[in-house]
Structures are given as structure tokens and as C-alpha cells.
């Protein structure tokens, strides 16, 4: 089955920091999403990004499908981005399910 | 849209006793997933339905878990003779089928279950 590998696994950034979080996986995709875990466990749909570049807010994504790999970008940190971030993907059609990463936790100190 | 709902929020059982997870999917989506997410680690698929028709199940599935999706509406999981091992946050997905390949999927709250 396809392999999903983010990165770093650990992130710790002061308060108005940027920073880029990675996604490879290791065949073609059809669906891609970025996630993020609140601390109850919730996951927050980011970003539907098969391909191309999406921006919402400070928070903007870019898969290079042809590549094999998104990038999720958050600009101007605020501590309410700490949190757990997920890559998911999947071929589609017939092989709906979503294959995550083991994410990215990212701690944002004031 | 309410968005996806899941019953009940948490579950303390002991072990050799069944349980049964509830989830409500976003209206007029027409799949459903079941997912489950360990300490540590990113959420694993179980199954999923399409409609009313269960069409994967996940070799992580074994014999004592059961789901349906009676109607294609809401779908359960059962867990029987539950085990220490199977404590972990049980996570419900829902999604539309707009196009054969392209779908995104909304998750629930999670039904984390603590097997004692």
C-alpha cells in the first residue's frame, strides 16, 4: 500500500514564526488532506489538495502531485497552532480510504 | 450541516464486555469510514460503507468487530469481547461521492474507548 512519511515528527517554534511542514508519499494520489488534531482528539480539515497551491488565512498548502509531495506552510505562528498536524492520502475511486503519516507535532511557545 | 456526530464521546468497559459505537454522517453523504487511532499514532482505516454496502474491510478488523450501516444512514460498530489491546480512539468519517476518484472526508469527535 502506499507509504506516507512527514516531517520533522517534532516541531517547537516562537510565537510569530514561520514554518513548512512536509508530506511524501510513495505513489500516485488522487486525494490528499491536511489535518489538525485539537487536544480532544478532533480532526480539523486544513486543506483539500490533490494538487496545486491553496491559501486560507496564514495557513497556505502545495502538492506537486508529479512529485510525490505537499508542503504545508503556516506563516506568523500563534500558540493556538500547537497541535498534532496530519498528511492523508488516497488513490480513489475504488481504494477510497485516506493512509495517514504519523504527523507532525507542533508546539508554539509565546 | 451539523457535521459528522459520534456516541458516545468516551467509553470505560472491562475487558470480555461489548460495546457499540454510534456514528452520524454528514446528510446525503454517501460513505462512510470508520478509522482507529492509537497513542502515538496516525489514524489506521478499519472499513467503509458506501451506501448501505460495506465494500473494504481492513485486515485490522478482526472477527470480534462488527459495523453496519443499516439503511445507509447511521452506521455502528461492535466490538466484542473486548481487549485491553483494542483501547484506542475509534474516529467516523463521512464523504460524498461527487466524482469516482476525487472525495474529501470529514471527521467526528472520536469515540475514545479505555478497555480495563
Known amino acids: 500500500g502506499i507509504q506516507v512519511e512527514q516531517s520533522p515528527p517534532d516541531l517547537i517554534l516562537q510565537e510569530g514564526a514561520n514554518s513548512t511542514l512536509r508530506c511524501n508519499f510513495s505513489d500516485s494520489v488522487n486525494n490528499l488532506q491536511w489535518f489538525h488534531q485539537n487536544p480532544w482528539g478532533q480532526l480539523i480539515n486544513l486543506f483539500y489538495i490533490p494538487s496545486g497551491t491553496k491559501q486560507n488565512g496564514r495557513l497556505s498548502a502545495t502538492t506537486v502531485a508529479t512529485e510525490r509531495y505537499s508542503l504545508l506552510y503556516i506563516s506568523s505562528s500563534q500558540t493556538t497552532d500547537s497541535g498534532v498536524y496530519f498528511c492523508?492520502?488516497?488513490?480513489?475511486?475504488?481504494?477510497?480510504?485516506?493512509?495517514f503519516g504519523k504527523g507532525i507535532t507542533l508546539s508554539v511557545r509565546p | 450541516d451539523t457535521g459528522v456526530s459520534q456516541d458516545p464521546r468516551h467509553k470505560i468497559t472491562k475487558r470480555g464486555q461489548n460495546v457499540t459505537f454510534r456514528c452520524d454522517p454528514i446528510?446525503?453523504?454517501?460513505?462512510l469510514y470508520w478509522y482507529r487511532q492509537t497513542l502515538g499514532q496516525g489514524p489506521e482505516f478499519l472499513t467503509y460503507?458506501?451506501?448501505?454496502?460495506?465494500?473494504?474491510k481492513s485486515r485490522l478488523l478482526s472477527d470480534r468487530f462488527s459495523a453496519e450501516r443499516p439503511k445507509g444512514s447511521f452506521s455502528t460498530l461492535e466490538i466484542q469481547r473486548t481487549e485491553q489491546g483494542d483501547s484506542a480512539m475509534y474516529l467516523c468519517a463521512s464523504s460524498l461521492e461527487w466524482d469516482k476518484d476525487f472525495y474529501e472526508q470529514y471527521f467526528g469527535p472520536g469515540t475514545r474507548l479505555t478497555v480495563t
Open positions: 460503507f458506501q451506501n448501505e454496502a460495506q465494500l473494504e
Open positions: 446528510s446525503e453523504h454517501n460513505r
Open positions: 492523508a492520502v488516497s488513490p480513489g475511486g475504488a481504494n477510497s480510504k485516506l493512509t
